[in-house]
């Protein structure tokens, strides 16, 4: 009698890539996150915190410790997600191709899901190898905000094969940043219920964002 073993592959992982200074972190990335974890059905989710973004150096950016702090905070009471110290770990410059060839080298059998906003989607092209980052992730998952605007078929000539790695996230689109978010609580005006509330006792108890 001949008997036959039937063996089947573990599937593999999915991991979702969320990068960002989240300066502070509100509620407007927790969605983006769950829904892409739901929708896409991310093993883990890294929230990879990034200690000197090299776009940014000629903003003031909140120390790392505060927003390291708010991150913990906010994404604590979901097992998905995970705060990643990839960046702040490693010296920079911390540009998101870096991060994602280290994820594949120490994640060979992961789908890579890299987690972005419209704004992001538009200037994809000014990143740092654009094409190689499209090429090595499975999904572009996208949340839009109200108005905001960017051309496929323009981006698709720029970055080749981009149009069928971006998926969009089905979600109801919030107008909410963290920059409208530092300068509500500068000017003293209503910024509660935009963040996690355990975000919003951080900020009064630090002080953080108001006018010097």
Do not use: C
Not at 122 to 147: C, H, N, Q, Y
Request: proline content about 8%.
């Amino acid at each position: 009698m001949v008997i036959l073993r039937y063996t089947t592959s573990t599937p593999k992982s999915k991991i979702g890539f969320f990068g960002g200074t989240f300066d502070p972190p509100h509620i407007g990335h927790l969605i983006l996150a769950s829904e892409a974890a739901h929708q896409f059905g991310l093993t883990r989710l890294l929230w990879v915190l990034n200690p000197d973004p090299p776009h940014k150096q000629e903003m003031e950016i909140t120390p790392l410790e505060h927003r390291l702090q708010m991150l913990k905070r906010a994404i604590s009471d979901n097992p998905t997600f995970e705060l990643s110290r990839l960046e702040i770990d490693r010296p920079g410059p911390h540009f998101t191709i870096n991060t994602i060839r280290y994820l594949i080298q120490h994640e060979p059998d992961a789908e890579l899901f890299l987690l972005i906003g419209g704004d992001s989607l538009r200037d994809l092209p000014t990143w740092r190898f654009p094409s190689e980052i499209v090429a090595a992730v499975s999904k572009i998952s996208v949340m839009r905000r109200p108005g905001d605007s960017f051309d496929m078929a323009a981006l698709e000539s720029r970055i080749p094969g981009i149009t069928d790695k971006v998926s969009f996230i089905d979600a109801l689109l919030l107008n909410l940043s963290s920059r409208e978010i530092r300068r509500r609580v500068a000017a003293g005006d209503e910024y509660r219920y935009y963040v996690h509330p355990s975000v919003y006792e951080y900020i009064l108890a630090n002080r953080l964002y108001r006018e010097k």
